[in-house]
């Protein structure tokens, strides 16, 4: 089988075409900065990366795009849609509905519209990709992949329903595997850091505690996400803004985080440039972003009492040295030493950027 694997995220959309059975990429790449410019990235197995700039105004138009790039006469991985047998789309929020993958029906559909509220930036959006899918491939099955599963194994005490689950899943075992331990043995960290941002605590591989609560607000400081906040802060921006219950929560979702602090842009190449050019604002959010990291990776060092490796994934995680520098400047206690040359020229590939 051919499975076209969509990650629709709150500005940005990647995908893979993946042959199940030999599990190679025939095809992967990304939409980003939707909503802002536009940028698709397109690579076939064997050939260069392709890109191209073109106006996104919603994940509708990314995932059309994709749709062409993968069926172009010239560089395409598949000669039609029809060589597509199915779509695996990651859904954010299942609520308490569901724990494992499901194939996707209009009853699905309805329970996961049920969640929207819960996940504002995602659900629509991940229901945007579905539709557009079924509409352009209507026979070919479809299955949701939730990102609440991984961390239904949380202890009462702890209980929330989190998201990033497919990352903090597959990341947490990559971790264990690329060092040689045992992960029903192992106190991992990970910290998933994109435009959404979670931390999570994974012990013997099951997830114990993470950052995101009840929905995706909750924790870091995100892109424009305000993280954790004093709950009274929203009837203090009620009554200062004159704003109601939904026009607080759209500044807290939409307007707050890096890109409300900085003033200059959600997506960190954007922050890092004005960074260097020493825009104060700019430096605060960076500095802001890093030390919240800092603190859930103690907060969580301390639920499993101890940490055996701290991974870093997601956009930032995996691209912004400078970013991965500034947080592990805070874990020195935890005997954490950064080897900067690695560090510098580490982007989207496993390595180990601590010293030996």
Not at 20 to 26: G, K
Request: glycine share 10%; charged share 20%.
């Amino acid at each position: 089988m051919n499975v076209l694997v969509i990650n629709c995220g709150s500005s940005s959309l990647k995908y893979q075409l993946i042959n199940s059975d030999s599990e190679e990429v025939l095809a992967k790449g990304l939409c980003e900065r939707i909503g802002i410019d536009g940028r698709l990235v397109y690579q076939k197995e064997g050939l260069d990366k392709e890109i191209t700039e073109a106006p996104m105004p919603t994940h509708k138009e990314a995932i059309q795009m994709v749709l062409d790039a993968l069926v172009n006469p010239k560089t395409g991985a598949v000669k039609s849609l029809a060589e597509i047998d199915a779509v695996g789309h990651r859904v954010v929020h299942g609520g308490e509905k569901f724990s494992d993958s499901v194939v996707i029906t209009e009853e699905v559909i309805a329970q996961v519209e049920e969640c929207n509220d819960l996940a504002p930036l995602h659900n629509p959006a991940n229901i945007i990709g579905i539709r557009a899918c079924q509409a352009l491939m209507p026979n070919v099955p479809m299955v949701g992949v939730f990102d609440t599963a991984f961390h239904q194994t949380m202890p009462e005490k702890a209980r929330r329903y989190g998201f990033h689950g497919t990352s903090h899943s597959f990341v947490s075992k990559e971790a264990a595997s690329y060092l040689g331990m045992d992960l029903n043995n192992s106190k991992i960290i990970v910290a998933h850091l994109g435009n959404g941002a979670s931390v999570s605590a994974v012990l013997n591989g099951k997830c114990v505690d993470t950052s995101m609560g009840l929905t995706p607000l909750e924790g870091l400081v995100m892109g424009t996400r305000s993280g954790d906040i004093d709950p009274s802060i929203m009837e203090f921006i009620a009554k200062k803004e004159n704003l109601d219950i939904d026009g607080v929560m759209n500044v807290l979702n939409k307007k707050s985080g890096v890109a409300g602090m900085s003033g200059v842009s959600s997506d960190f190449r954007d922050l890092e440039a004005a960074y260097n050019e020493g825009n104060e604002r700019a430096i605060a959010a960076v500095e802001v972003f890093s030390y919240r990291v800092a603190k859930y990776i103690g907060a969580y060092a301390a639920a499993m009492n101890g940490v055996d490796a701290i991974a870093f994934t997601a956009g930032i995680g995996e691209n912004t040295s400078f970013v991965r520098e500034k947080i592990m400047a805070y874990l020195g206690y935890l005997g954490i030493k950064i080897d900067r040359v690695t560090n510098d020229k580490t982007r989207g590939v496993e390595a180990l950027i601590s010293t030996a």
